[in-house]
């Protein structure tokens, strides 16, 4: 099993509010249900005030590598990611749980 862990960090002036940033995370929260792939999906926006905190987080898992590469390649994963490189940066984690 491989957990995928991406946290997001939105760019200076952008705001969770904006309806931008509202459908792109929408569309994290669907993500899950819609990639055969996905064998937990959890999301939500960061509670902490924190200022090495990122804003946006998803923690999934997968079966395998090659699950993992199917689900990266996934139109539906493509859609999804497309809009946040408009308003954030982010970092991944890829282990074997």
């Known amino acids: 099993m491989i957990r995928h862990l991406v946290l997001f960090k939105l760019n200076d002036g952008v705001r969770r509010e904006e309806p931008r940033v509202v459908a792109g995370a929408a569309g ?22 924190r200022p090495i905190a990122y804003d946006f987080a998803i923690n999934s898992s997968v079966a395998d590598t090659d699950a993992l590469r199917r689900y990266l390649e996934h139109p539906a994963h493509q859609a999804a990611v497309a809009p946040w490189t408009d308003f954030a940066t982010w970092v991944i984690a890829d282990y074997e749980i």
Request: glycine share 10%.
């Open 28 to 49: 994290f929260a669907e993500l899950g249900s819609v990639v055969p792939e996905v064998v937990s999906w959890e999301c939500g926006w960061n509670l902490s005030d």
